[in-house]
């Protein structure tokens, strides 16, 4: 009997490994560098990202800086959880042609590593909202919700969100009296909780005086939060596990995304649409704005009005689009894109701001010239308004320098083929449903480049337009049409946050900040203490 199940055991393991290893040497038989894989992980990203100090998920293709792969123009690595294997870009042009010029090659986005379950309501959920869609459902859906993020309907909402700023100054103001440390991810989180709650889904919320409300307690489920009991160790170690080595669901169950949390979220926005839909009642919030696009099918309002660049290179092409007469689901549009909502936003804002605080600590001067800005725009106790929120240009710099430095999500820059395209100058040929990964062009960015004046150090300087940035080369927010849609409600919100803050108090170190950041090893953002000194304090 035991030796019958030994042998089952070894013909099991050798069944894996030869799945496992069989497409091991695809890119060296199509003359393409790779980084060399070892069962059952693949390359070394992966196993750095598990088992090495200091490398986590958001950062693990940077172990690839330094190396001979650095000095290629792509290369192949094995680990992928979607597809097994991806071809890493590591090259400008070649990554704006496949993002921009040629993006009706590259219009889907990866799974991220999700084998969603269409039986699960959770899963569809998320599997329903328009960055998990692909092809012509997707054009539709982000043309659809393109105009709900311009900076005129944003104006729009801008009075719930300031609303947060107020709270958040509250709450700084009393830590600051008591002199208690501050945990940077903690209080944001709050912040771009409360921020979301009442922008996307009508709900008064303040997570400074309630942080046990129901609500926050649902989200923190959803987006696994320490502290929830799907964000626990061995819940995070299991979704982890299950990316890179998905035969581990056969064992132990790992669901995709907390069923807890994200039922409850729909049955507050179920109700709260019937609410809105029965009286009347309007906020001008991102569920009326995603109503009105619907119900007025002015799915193509103020797309062709570009602010920048950015914005032109997203433009989407809706001339090959089949028409149809079919209608948007009303309750599954807005269910599923206020739920990306908190996937998108949450982690990212607060994460942000986390960051920022760090390097304002580590650049004093930098909060110092921010704070300037804020005094000769605003003034020490002016109402803010939103125009004065458009006008900090020197914040807008800072967060993206910030962002130049440290990313929540970096890892996931990446592209399915959907048609074979050949890479220019060559005749390599990618294949319809292969991964290309952009994320190494961001390692790069970070350190010393031709794109930035000052690019080695942290300077929100590079930013400057007198000092001609190569913004293409600046990956914090994606390029191209499948960009984020939510750069400008990022924008916002975080100055909301920032100007709160820096109008009546000092960032400073505590004993126990870190002179480097370091992010967490497997979820966004980093741990950072500091304490607010009020600015009457400081100057005497």
């Given at each position: 009997m035991f030796v019958d199940i030994l042998v089952f055991v070894?013909?099991?393991?050798?069944?894996?490994?030869?799945?496992?290893?069989?497409?091991?040497?695809?890119?060296?038989?199509?003359?393409?560098?790779?980084?060399?894989?070892?069962?059952?992980?693949?390359?070394?990203?992966?196993?750095?990202?598990?088992?090495?100090?200091?490398?986590g998920v958001s950062?693990?293709?940077?172990?690839?800086?330094?190396?001979?792969?650095?000095?290629?123009?792509?290369?192949?690595?094995?680990?992928?959880?979607?597809?097994?294997?991806?071809?890493?870009?590591?090259?400008?042009?070649?990554?704006?042609?496949?993002?921009?010029?040629?993006?009706?090659?590259?219009?889907?986005?990866?799974?991220?590593?999700?084998?969603?379950?269409?039986?699960?309501?959770?899963?569809?959920m998320f599997g329903h909202s328009f960055i998990m869609q692909k092809g012509d459902d997707w054009k539709?859906?982000?043309?659809?919700?393109?105009?709900?993020?311009?900076?005129?309907?944003?104006?729009?909402m801008y009075n719930l969100l300031e609303k947060c700023g107020t709270q958040l100054e509250d709450y700084i103001a009393n830590c600051s009296k008591q002199n208690i440390e501050i945990d940077a991810k903690d209080?944001?989180?709050?912040?771009?909780?409360?921020?979301?709650?009442?922008?996307?889904?009508?709900?008064?919320?303040?997570?400074?005086?309630?942080?046990?409300?129901m609500f926050?307690?649902?989200?923190?489920?959803?987006?696994?939060?320490?502290?929830s009991e799907s964000g626990s160790n061995y819940e995070i170690t299991k979704l982890v596990l299950k990316g890179l080595l998905p035969m581990i669901e056969y064992i132990v169950s790992v669901p995709?995304?907390?069923?807890k949390g994200a039922l409850f979220l729909k049955d507050v926005l179920t109700k709260t649409i019937k609410h809105r839909e029965n009286t009347q009642t309007r906020r001008n919030d991102i569920i009326d704005l995603i109503i009105d696009q619907i119900d007025s099918k002015k799915a193509e309002e103020d797309v062709n009005v570009f602010e920048s660049e950015f914005e032109e290179d997203a433009a989407l092409d809706m001339s090959n689009v089949k028409k149809t007469a079919d209608k948007f689901d009303k309750e599954r549009t807005l269910v599923s894109n206020a739920f990306l909502l908190f996937i998108a936003a949450l982690d990212t804002t607060s994460s942000t701001l986390t960051f920022i605080i760090h390097f304002f600590m580590k650049h004093p001067e930098v909060q110092e010239k921010a704070r300037d800005e804020i005094m000769e725009i605003i003034g020490p106790k002016e109402k803010v308004t939103f125009d004065h929120i458009q006008s900090l240009k020197y914040l807008d710099n800072v967060?993206?320098?910030?962002?130049?430095?440290?990313?929540?999500?970096?890892?996931?820059?990446?592209?399915?083929?959907?048609?074979?395209?050949?890479?220019?100058?060559?005749?390599?040929?990618?294949?319809?449903?292969?991964?290309?990964?952009f994320s190494f062009?961001?390692?790069?960015?970070?350190?010393?480049?031709?794109?930035?004046?000052?690019?080695?150090?942290?300077?929100?300087?590079?930013?400057?337009?007198?000092?001609?940035?190569?913004?293409?080369?600046?990956?914090?927010?994606?390029?191209?049409?499948?960009?984020?849609?939510?750069?400008?409600?990022?924008?916002?919100?975080?100055?909301?946050?920032?100007?709160?803050?820096?109008?009546?108090?000092?960032?400073?170190?505590?004993?126990?900040?870190?002179?480097?950041?370091?992010?967490?090893?497997?979820?966004?953002?980093?741990?950072?203490?500091?304490?607010?000194?009020?600015?009457?304090?400081?100057e005497e």
């Open positions: 070894v013909a099991f393991l050798l069944f894996l490994y030869y799945r496992g290893t069989r497409n091991y040497k695809k890119y060296k038989l199509r003359g393409i560098a790779q980084a060399e894989p070892t069962w059952p992980l693949g390359s070394k990203h992966n196993w750095k990202m598990l088992f090495a100090k200091g490398v950062d693990q293709y940077g172990v690839f800086m330094g190396t001979e792969l650095e000095k290629e123009k792509m290369f192949g690595i094995y680990g992928h959880p979607d597809n097994g294997d991806a071809l890493i870009i590591n090259d400008l042009d070649l990554a704006k042609r496949m993002m921009v010029k040629d993006f009706d090659h590259f219009v889907d986005r990866t799974d991220f590593g999700l084998k969603l379950d269409e039986t699960s309501e959770a899963d569809m539709k859906n982000r043309n659809l919700m393109t105009p709900v993020f311009t900076t005129g309907k944003l104006k729009l209080v944001f989180g709050k912040f771009a909780l409360d921020g979301i709650a009442t922008s996307g889904f009508g709900i008064e919320s303040n997570s400074f005086k309630d942080p046990d409300n926050r307690r649902m989200v923190m489920e959803l987006m696994r939060m320490p502290g995709n995304v907390s069923p967060i993206y320098e910030t962002l130049r430095h440290a990313h929540p999500f970096a890892q996931i820059l990446e592209r399915e083929c959907t048609k074979d395209y050949i890479i220019p100058g060559t005749d390599y040929v990618v294949r319809k449903g292969e991964i290309v990964n062009l961001y390692e790069r960015m970070r350190k010393e480049n031709e794109s930035f004046y000052n690019s080695g150090e942290y300077d929100p300087d590079n930013f400057d337009a007198s000092n001609n940035p190569d913004t293409f080369s600046f990956l914090g927010f994606g390029q191209g049409p499948r960009n984020c849609i939510g750069k400008r409600y990022a924008m916002i919100s975080i100055k909301i946050a920032l100007v709160s803050i820096l109008r009546s108090f000092q960032v400073v170190k505590t004993e126990n900040t870190k002179e480097k950041l370091e992010q967490f090893k497997f979820l966004a953002g980093a741990e950072v203490p500091f304490y607010a000194l009020p600015l009457v304090e400081m």
